[in-house]
T-cell receptor, first 109, second 112 residues
Framework: DAKTTQPTSMDCAEGRAANLPCNHS???????VYWYRQIHSQGPQYIIH???NNETNEMASLIITEDRKSSTLILPHATLRDTAVYYC??????????FGKGTRLSVIA | NAGVTQTPKFRVLKTGQSMTLLCAQD?????MYWYRQDPGMGLRLIHY???????AKGEVPDGYNVSRLKKQNFLLGLESAAPSQTSVYFC???????????FGPGTRLTVT
């Protein structure tokens, strides 16, 4: 069973920030939050991951709540090429990642 | 670096035929994975390997076998293909479990 809950789909205007939520209320203390995305027909692409601190890289920012029960992936300036399915995954370092159905993000011009 | 490559890219099989999908990585990663993705679904883990000579079952292992004789290669075998195995198969590798996984481009398999 998936350990995360994500909205099925979201829209975002091009150039605006895309905020993708994820609930993981049963997360354990040693589990990380990972985000991947899958652009149509391609293999998934790693975006970012974090344990409890907020993280930022060249692709996105990850905001994790203090109780770690939810997180938000932020794409600061969405482009049409960011249209994809976004997967939020929780896993410890000793278990393989389990992909759910993700959120289908549509960036609209 | 080529990253993760998969062979073949497309294949059509008849029910009962066998085939082997090859995954190769040139990043010296310890961990390798095989997933399948059905239309409108997320990825499901078939088998994985934590190092050369090791394999382990994932979420949906039935009907598949795997081998990791060399660190850089991970083979997925279908001994007797069934229409239910029609899917897109993705291979991935990572330096360790849970770390950033690098995915191949996928193999589209149709079983008629």
């Amino acid at each position: 069973d998936a350990k995360t809950t994500q909205p099925t789909s979201m829209d975002c205007a091009e150039g605006r920030a895309a905020n993708l939520p994820c609930n993981h209320s049963t997360i354990s203390g040693n589990e990380y939050v990972y985000w991947y995305r899958q652009i149509h027909s391609q293999g998934p692409q790693y975006i970012i991951h974090g344990l409890k601190n907020n993280e930022t890289n060249e692709m996105a920012s990850l905001i994790i709540t203090e109780d770690r029960k939810s997180s938000t992936l932020i794409l600061p300036h969405a482009t049409l090429r960011d249209t994809a399915v976004y997967y939020c995954i929780v896993a410890s370092g000793n278990t393989p990642l389990v992909f759910g159905k993700g959120t289908r993000l549509s960036v609209i011009a | 670096n080529a990253g993760v490559t998969q062979t073949p890219k497309f294949r059509v099989l008849k029910t009962g035929q066998s085939m082997t999908l090859l995954c190769a990585q040139d990043m010296n990663h310890e961990y390798m994975y095989w997933y399948r993705q059905d239309p409108g679904m997320g990825l499901r883990l078939i088998h994985y390997s934590v190092g050369e000579g090791t394999t382990a079952k994932g979420e949906v292992p039935d009907g598949y076998n795997v081998s990791r004789l060399k660190k850089q290669n991970f083979l997925l075998g279908l001994e007797s293909a069934a229409p239910s195995q029609t899917s897109v198969y993705f291979c991935a590798s990572s330096p360790n479990t849970g770390y950033e996984q690098y995915f191949g481009p996928g193999t589209r398999l149709t079983v008629t």
